[in-house]
Nanobody
Framework: QVQLAESGGGLVQAGGSLRLSCAAS????????MGWFRQAPGKQREFVAG????????NYADSVKGRFTISRDNAKNTVYLQMNSLKPEDTAVYYC???????????????????WGQGTQVTVSS
């Protein structure tokens, strides 16, 4: 029903920046609340950032507040994650996810998301 494709991952030095993109298809993009999650080796998947349908409401994990910015361009069916001041602990596979349910808040629980991309690797060197 919804296909998601992440891109933009790579290797960057600590303090550097990357921008991840997630292109959606198969459903009206503006009807989706979107989120970014990440999973580091040996750790559980965690919420990173989320954004509502219009892009007005955003939510961030405490660990990335002030460094990461989530945004969306509904005309391009794409959600972005701008990552600045990257730290080695940001190293993880980053996943884009779509929440088709209607709500006012951005879900932080991964179980609330209905569709997932394949992930893109972000590696931050010391």
């Amino acid at each position: 029903q919804v296909q998601l494709a992440e891109s933009g991952g790579g290797l960057v030095q600590a303090g550097g920046s990357l921008r991840l993109s997630c292109a959606a298809s198969g459903r009206t993009f503006s009807s989706l609340r979107m989120g970014w999650f990440r999973q580091a080796p040996g750790k559980q998947r965690e919420f990173v950032a989320g954004i509502n349908r219009s892009g007005i409401i955003t939510n961030y994990a405490d660990s990335v507040k002030g460094r990461f910015t989530i945004s969306r361009d509904n005309a391009k069916n794409t959600v972005y994650l701008q990552m600045n001041s990257l730290k080695p602990e940001d190293t993880a596979v980053y996943y884009c996810a779509a929440d088709v349910t209607v709500g006012l808040a951005v879900n932080t629980n991964q179980n609330k998301y209905d569709f997932w991309g394949q992930g893109t690797q972000v590696t931050v060197s010391s």
